[in-house]
Nanobody, 122 residues
Framework: QVQLVESGGGLVQPGGSLRLSCAAS????????MGWYRQAPGKERELVAT???????NYADSVKGRFTLSRDIAKNTVYLQMNSLKPEDTAIYYC????????????????WGQGIQVTVLS
């Protein structure tokens, strides 16, 4: 069983930045694909970004150019750098992992973090 633990959330002013971290209990290289989801109150869960074993990244249109997903394989950690934050970015952010990229895209991934709150003041 893989555990994913998020950190780095909090409260920020519009235009500000936060960096979320997701530490995995085993090699993220072996997990293959990692990503971040978010869910705002009253809204459906949204896939924010993914990164494959090969390092390819994909982003939701709503965050392109503002968010950057990266990883430190030695630390078994992925990061989501969030810049130019907007009130509509307010949500609980969940780290996700799976052997299969398609399952993460479908929200059917095997591994989930517990979620962390990001609040951008309006």
């Amino acid at each position: 069983q893989v555990q994913l633990v998020e950190s780095g959330g909090g409260l920020v002013q519009p235009g500000g930045s936060l960096r979320l971290s997701c530490a995995a209990s085993r090699s993220i290289f072996s997990i293959n694909t990692m990503g971040w989801y978010r869910q705002a109150p009253g809204k459906e869960r949204e896939l924010v970004a993914t990164i494959t074993r090969g390092g390819s990244t994909n982003y939701a249109d709503s965050v392109k150019g503002r968010f950057t997903l990266s990883r430190d394989i030695a630390k078994n950690t992925v990061y989501l750098q969030m810049n130019s934050l907007k009130p509509e970015d307010t949500a609980i952010y969940y780290c996700a992992g799976d052997l299969n990229w398609g399952r993460i895209v479908a929200g059917l991934n095997e591994y989930w973090g517990q979620g962390i709150q990001v609040t951008v003041l309006s």
